[in-house]
């Protein structure tokens, strides 16, 4: 993998950890997912 785009998805999956908005939690599990299959993939 390309090791900017995994120090991105780190960043990304850091910053989506700290958003503390209850509305949010749906879209932020999502995102997690979408990131967790990002990480999955050969870039």
């Known amino acids: 993998m ?3 785009v995994n120090d991105f ?3 990304m999956e850091k910053y989506l950890s700290f958003t ?3 509305e ?3 879209v932020e599990n999502k995102g997690i997912n979408l ?3 990002a990480k999955k993939i050969k870039f």
């Open 2 to 4: 390309d090791e900017f």
């Open 9 to 11: 998805l780190n960043v």
């Open 20 to 22: 503390l908005c209850n």
């Open 24 to 26: 949010c939690e749906l």
């Open 35 to 37: 990131i967790t299959e």
